[in-house]
C-alpha cells in the first residue's frame, strides 16, 4: 500500500496568509493526487485532482502542485471560511490512500 | 440536483451485521464507480472499498476483507455495503463516495451515516 504523510499535522494561521501543506507519497502516484477539504460534522469536498486541476466551484485561491512523490496545496489568501482540516489521497493504486490530514485553525 | 443518501447506521453489538445503502440521484449512477469510506470519531479518511460501473470488479481495504461486502443495483441506482463480524475498531462514519468520470477523484460525496460498534 502506498503510504500518504501530510505535513504539518496542524497550522495556526490568520485571515489573508499564504498557506502551504505537503504531502509525500511513499512510492510514486505520477499526478495522480487529489485535495480534500473537510469542515466539522461535514463531508469532505473535493478541492484539487490530478495535481493541481481545480475541481469546479472552487476559488481560485486554492493552489496544487507536484509530481511523483511530492506535493503542495497552496491558499494564497485564507479566508474565514477555509479554516478546516485538509487530506489528500493518492489515487494512483488501489487501496486508494488519505493522509492523516492537516488542520488549519485561527492564530 | 446531484445526491448521494446513505443509510442503515446505527448500534451493534460486536460481531453483528449491518446493512449499509446509499441512494443516489441527479446522475446516471451506473456510468460511475463507487466507493465507501469511513471515518472513525476523531480520526482521518479511511478508503473502505470500491465498485466498478457493472459490479464486475470489487476492491478492499486489508482490514474489511472477509467481512464486508459492497454491491450495487444500477436499476435501482443504490449502493450497498453488507458488514459482518463487526469489530470495535468498525465505529465510524461511514459515506458514500462517486469516483468522478477522468477525475480519479471522489467528486460527490453522501453526508455519512454512524455506525457505532458496543456491547
Known amino acids: 500500500d502506498i503510504q500518504m504523510t501530510q505535513s504539518p499535522s496542524s497550522l495556526s494561521a490568520s485571515v489573508g496568509d499564504r498557506v502551504t501543506i505537503t504531502c509525500r507519497a511513499s512510492?510514486?502516484?505520477?499526478?495522480?493526487l487529489n485535495w480534500y477539504q473537510q469542515k466539522p460534522g461535514k463531508a469532505p469536498k473535493l478541492l484539487i485532482y490530478t495535481a493541481s486541476s481545480l475541481q469546479s466551484g472552487v476559488p481560485s485561491r486554492f493552489s496544487g502542485s507536484g509530481s511523483g512523490t511530492d506535493f503542495t496545496l497552496t491558499i494564497s489568501s485564507l479566508q474565514p471560511e477555509d479554516f478546516a482540516t485538509y487530506y489528500c489521497q493518492q489515487s494512483s493504486i488501489t487501496p486508494r490512500t488519505f493522509g492523516q490530514g492537516t488542520t488549519v485553525d485561527t492564530k | 440536483e446531484v445526491q448521494l443518501v446513505e443509510s442503515g447506521g446505527g448500534l451493534v453489538q460486536p460481531g453483528g451485521s449491518l446493512r449499509l445503502s446509499c441512494a443516489v440521484s441527479g446522475f446516471t449512477f451506473s456510468n460511475y464507480w463507487m466507493s465507501w469510506v469511513r471515518q472513525a470519531p476523531g480520526k482521518g479518511l479511511e478508503w473502505v472499498a470500491c465498485?466498478?460501473?457493472?459490479?464486475?470488479?470489487?476492491y478492499y481495504v486489508d482490514s474489511v476483507k472477509g467481512r464486508f461486502t459492497i454491491s450495487r443495483d444500477n436499476a435501482k441506482s443504490s449502493l450497498y455495503l453488507q458488514m459482518n463480524s463487526l469489530r470495535a475498531e468498525d465505529t465510524a462514519v461511514y459515506y458514500c463516495?462517486?469516483?468522478?468520470?477522468?477525475?480519479?477523484?471522489?467528486?460527490?460525496w453522501g453526508q455519512g451515516t454512524m455506525v457505532t460498534v458496543s456491547s
Open positions: 463516495a462517486r469516483e468522478g468520470q477522468w477525475l480519479d477523484a471522489f467528486d460527490i
Open positions: 465498485i466498478k460501473q457493472d459490479g464486475s470488479e470489487k
Open positions: 512510492q510514486n502516484v505520477n499526478r495522480y
